[in-house]
T-cell receptor
């Protein structure tokens, strides 16, 4: 089955530590995205990538970094510079960008600072 | 659900009744709209979409209505079932951008 896989499902981070969230898709989608979901708020875009070796900042990129070395993979690193990292992180992909394509979402990673 | 928590508006519906979930959007240039369903602990799932050249679109047990005059979108679920219990949110975008604007969501509770 084609899909998008996020791992781990739960992640705990100590203060000052960097952590990396994995996102892999086998849908042959060009575009991939990272969103953050907080209670009472809509999804907020962290980073997106339209094509391999290219990515763009979203609305809340500070304290995060990404890479897109392979079409299938778009890992997100939450750095120590992110002051409030506790949230639910969602990865998504789409065939292309723009208003003609909806997203396929992964099942999410819940990150908690301990 | 852990992922969209505590302060969402909630709609409680008796099993078998119809549900109507509403969403307002702000960008008059938006031309593509999607409804997503998110169950506890899972990522959002696509339900139905509609483009701005339409005002109604029907799927299986679901209907989306678009009123561009007042920038309002609604999702109607017919004969609501326990499996419909989830958080529902809308998203909109416009041509030439990769960016969607997501609503905060409405929690649907189906009462047996």
């Amino acid at each position: 089955d084609g899909g998008i896989t996020q791992s781990p499902k739960y992640l705990f981070r100590k203060e000052g530590q960097n952590v990396t969230l994995s996102c892999e898709q086998n849908l042959n989608h060009d575009a991939m995205y990272w969103y953050r979901q907080d209670p009472g708020q809509g999804l907020r875009l962290i980073y997106y990538s339209q094509i391999v070796n290219d990515f763009q900042k979203g609305d809340i990129a500070e304290g995060y970094s990404v890479s897109r070395e392979k079409k299938e993979s778009f890992p997100l690193t939450v750095t120590s510079a992110q002051k409030n990292p506790t949230a639910f992180y969602l990865c998504a992909s789409s065939i292309g960008g723009g208003s003609n394509y909806g997203y396929t979402f992964g099942s999410g990673t819940r990150l908690t600072v301990v | 659900g852990e992922n969209v928590g505590l302060h969402l508006p909630t709609l409680s519906v008796q099993e078998g009744d119809n549900s109507i979930i509403n969403c307002a959007y702000s960008n008059s240039a938006s031309d593509y709209f999607i409804w997503y369903k998110q169950e506890s602990g899972k990522g959002p799932q696509f339900i139905i979409d509609i483009r701005s050249n339409m005002d109604k679109r029907q799927g299986q047990r679901v209907t989306v209505l678009l009123n561009k005059t007042v920038k309002h979108l609604s999702l109607q679920i017919a004969a609501t079932q326990p499996g419909d219990s989830a958080v529902y949110f809308c998203a909109d975008t416009f041509s030439g951008t990769y960016k969607y604007i997501f609503g905060t969501g409405t929690r649907l509770k189906v009462l047996a």
